[in-house]
């Protein structure tokens, strides 16, 4: 069956980076892009972009650009985001979803979350 | 960035009730939509993809229809597992959620 476990919880000072993880199991890693999409507590779903694992080719919202890094190690099926300059707006569980190309573009696999505490 | 506009924000129903969620899209994206259901302390889960085709697993009381820029969600004859938030997605332009839909007990 399909999984994506992610790393645990994180707490950063503001302008420090955090790096969260996301191990797939159960299908062929490099043949689906994943994608990272966050939720502070209480709010919306925010898409942060994706990024395709076999080839490493990457597509961030605007405004994450330039503070966003999305890579992959094939060799252990895991996925990586990576947030750089952060603040307390950036506190939020951050999540990694698996997308299918198919009519349209869509999230069918998620992990299960990875909290992110941007804090002095 | 294409803007996705849910409404309501939150209804309150009843169970055996039918409900509607409607996302408008801030230009037309043709059927790139689809819809998520999230229930508390839990990650979202795909109910319906490419405006209307229910994801597998998925009960069959959920409903997706429109195109364009106008689309609906379905819930017929409401069951308490349903209570949960529900979000529309687009992908036609880069990937935007609409800002949700909390859908109560009465």
């Known amino acids: 069956q399909v999984q994506l476990v992610q790393s645990g919880a994180e707490v950063k000072k503001p302008g420090a980076s955090v790096k969260v993880s996301c191990k797939a199991s159960?299908?062929?890693?490099?043949?689906?892009?994943m994608n990272w999409v966050r939720q502070a507590t209480g709010q919306g779903l925010e898409w942060m972009g994706w990024?395709?694992?076999?080839?490493?080719?990457?597509g961030y919202a605007q405004k994450f650009q330039g503070r966003v890094t999305m890579t992959r190690d094939t060799s252990i099926s895991t996925a990586y985001l990576e947030l750089s300059s952060l603040r307390s707006e950036d506190t939020a569980l951050y999540y990694c979803?698996?997308?299918?190309?198919?009519?349209?573009?869509?999230?069918?696999?998620w992990g299960q979350g990875a909290l992110v505490t941007v804090s002095s | 960035d294409t803007q996705m506009t849910q409404s309501p924000s939150s209804l309150s129903a009843s169970v055996g009730d039918r409900v509607t969620i409607t996302c408008r899209a801030s230009?037309?994206?043709?059927?790139?939509l689809n819809w998520y259901q999230q229930k508390q302390g839990k990650a979202p889960k795909l109910l319906i993809y490419?405006?209307?085709s229910l994801q597998s697993g998925v009960p069959s009381r959920f409903s997706g229809s429109g195109s364009g820029t106008d689309f609906t969600l379905t819930i017929n004859t409401l069951q308490l597992e349903d209570f949960a938030t529900y979000y529309c997605?687009?992908?036609?332009?880069?990937?935007?959620f609409g800002q949700g839909t909390k859908v109560e007990i009465k």
């Open positions: 979803a698996r997308s299918m190309l198919g009519t349209g573009v869509y999230f069918d696999y």
């Open positions: 159960g299908y062929t890693f490099t043949s689906y892009d």
């Open positions: 990024m395709n694992p076999n080839s490493g080719d990457t």
């Open positions: 230009q037309t994206i043709g059927t790139n």
């Open positions: 490419g405006a209307s």
């Open positions: 997605q687009q992908s036609y332009s880069a990937r935007t």
